[in-house]
């Protein structure tokens, strides 16, 4: 919004034809959501409080969460909030990009919010059913894979991370791809969101890497220097992703141990379906497997655990899944199982960097 009605302005004072510049407005559009989730929190926190949306937690889990029991959860309402006002605070709104990945935040915070309402508020034990909840996630991810496959000259070929020459074109098949990138995303990362701080410090480092990638590709110099594809227009994705880096560490702030609000399905499975539309957009969608990998890493330990368990009628690989779960019950304390996940994240996020230079 600003950028349309400061920018033209630039003709009387040179001052804001600074407005233009995506870096600058990425910038603030971080400051923005972060002070917006700083500022907020602790009324959201006492509004949730008062509303009774308290944690129930499972007697079967880790015996050191049992005292987290009270812990007023939905905090992803301030997350989804503060990422959307500050995108369109800050974002040139005539970009289908920012559109897309709005509709997809919104639309998994939506199907997040109900599950959330509906176990929180309504007090329901299980919330939206698996399949439910499911077709939902589908439905909003289609209707984002459609529009991005008719956004004019968007390419339907996959980037297949270190080898350059590997593209495989998927055809319409893409719409059906990015559906299951998106979807994927939004599952691993809510499986992921089980300790203070787990999720949110990878979606923050996840957010960053792909504010550099989305860069790039929006600018047709770097793209064609760097060798990745140019994506007329996902320049504007970079004034999101800063959205989204500054919203997680202004709810970092309340979240980080011992924490003060989760953010429930509304935060886990808005933000990762979004990572997943930015990896479809900047046409990095594999590499999300390396930049997000932690959240791979926690969702193949659910699926090998399950499979497993079903498979040898009751035996474990871990102690119990996904794997933050296994470290807690061996003893390690959970700040450290915390910081030693975003360890690997930031690790994992450098490894996905490079791929800028190795192909
Ligand atoms: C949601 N939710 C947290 C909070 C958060 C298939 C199966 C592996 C699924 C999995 C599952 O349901 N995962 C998805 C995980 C819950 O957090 C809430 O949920 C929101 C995210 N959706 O925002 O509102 C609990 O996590 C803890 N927490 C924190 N700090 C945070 O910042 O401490 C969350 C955020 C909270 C709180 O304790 O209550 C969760 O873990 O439930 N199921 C499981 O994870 C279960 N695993 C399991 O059953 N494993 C089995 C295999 C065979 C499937 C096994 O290994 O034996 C465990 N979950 C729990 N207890 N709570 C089992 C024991």
Known sequence: MLYHLLYPLHTLFSVLNVFRYITFRTIYASLTAFFICFFLGPWVIERLTRMQVGQYIRDDGPKSHLGKAGTPTMGGVLI???????????????????????????????????????????????????????????GVALAAGVWVYLTPNFSTEVTVPFFKTVTPDLGWGYVIFAMLVIVGASNAVNLTDGLDGLAIGPVIIAATTYMVFAYIAGHVKIANYL????????????????????????????????????????????????????????????????????????????IFQVGFFKMTSGRRIFRMAPLHHHFELKGWPEPKVIVRFWIIAIALALLAMSTLKLR
Request: glycine share 14%; net charge negative; aromatic share 10%.
């Open 80 to 138: 989804v909030a503060a990422i959307t006002l500050s995108t369109l605070l800050w974002g040139d709104l005539t970009d289908p990009f920012i559109w897309i990945a709005l509709l997809v935040l919104l639309g998994f915070g939506a199907v997040g919010f109900a599950d959330d309402y509906l176990m929180q508020i309504k007090k329901q034990s299980k919330g939206l059913s698996v399949r439910g909840k499911l077709l939902l996630q589908a």
């Open 227 to 302: 060798q990745i594809t140019y994506v007329p227009g996902c320049g504007e994705l970079t004034v999101l992703c800063g959205a989204m880096a500054g919203a997680g560490l202004g709810f970092l702030w309340f979240n980080a141990y011992p924490a003060q609000v989760f953010m429930g399905d509304t935060g886990s499975l808005s933000l990762g379906a979004t990572l997943g539309v930015i990896a479809v957009i900047t046409k990095q969608e594999i590499l999300l497997v390396l930049v997000g990998g932690l959240f791979v890493i926690e969702a193949l330990s659910v």
